[in-house]
DNA sequence: TATAAAATCTATCAATTTGGTAGGGTTTTG
DNA sequence: CAAAACCCTACCAAATTGATAGATTTTATA
């Protein structure tokens, strides 16, 4: 499941992608837009500035705007941002690998294949979405 | 992500179909042969009796054994009954749908649609994932 | 019938994560 | 120069997770 952070972040990028180009959003905007606890925004929208989806400008008249189109930014990106890994554990996961501890030997752990073609078909379906895909429905 | 829960009952389950058919298998015996903490494995394995994936027969020489065919039991199961929802939104979900109550309108949120097809598509993947199918490798 | 072995039940617990809130500080600009 | 916005750090309560502990019930058999 999607944690509520990473549903706030996929809410506040389609208001943002939903507005005229060149027109920035200010915090409380968006919040009220997408129906976000303010403050808790505000942390949001930092990490998709550090994950460069967004950038902002400060100062009276500042706020929020993409700086990655629409097109781009998928599901699988938000996920891995907010949520981490996409496949079902560490031993299997491309970006967040861990090895098995509970498994006795050292070799490969008798779930790892089949949780990575889980992986790969979730990996893939979630790359199909992006937030241009969520938004003409 | 997979609870250490759902990954200890797949190993649980791995090793009661690893057995001779009519063998039953001591608490004891599974925790040391899948390398879980054997007071944790109680509790899994009550909950996939509960789940009717498995039987007991207590007492002297009593124990766990498989009732339901190692080609039908399905990663989608053992998710659903350890951690519950597919989906990644419960309002995405089938098995534990709940309505988004921070969505304004009472229409469909602007994520549930590509929810759905993700949870389509995982749920696919995972139902072809069988504690057989992780067997021969 | 006593006893040993095994499942079963009920409670508790520490650590972590989650979903926020609070309160400032810093920077920009009218 | 002050307002408006971003930015940062800390804190907090509730829920979840990953167990552990101990008592009780059931069953086979010596």
Avoid: W
């Avoid at 905007?29 to 500035?49: H, S, Y």
């Avoid at 967004?54 to 700086?67: D, E, N, R, T």
């Avoid at 299997?92 to 889980?118: P, Q, V, W």
């Amino acid at each position: 499941m999607l944690s509520h952070k990473a549903k706030y972040a996929l809410k506040a990028l389609l208001y943002l992608a939903e507005q005229d180009e060149d027109h920035i959003s200010k915090t409380i905007e968006i919040a009220d837009g997408a129906n976000i606890p303010k403050k808790f925004l505000e942390q949001i929208l930092l990490d998709l500035k550090r994950g460069r989806f967004v950038s902002s400008k400060q100062g009276k008249f500042g706020g929020y705007y993409l700086i990655k189109s629409k097109n781009d930014i998928t599901l699988a990106e938000i996920h891995r941002l907010f949520d981490g890994a996409i496949a079902l554990l560490p031993c299997a996961s491309l970006n967040f690998y861990e090895r098995c501890l509970d498994c006795k030997t050292e070799e490969e752990c008798s779930l790892r294949h089949g949780l990575m073609i889980i992986r790969d078909e979730t990996l893939k379906a979630m790359q199909n979405i992006t937030i241009a895909s969520l938004i003409k429905k």
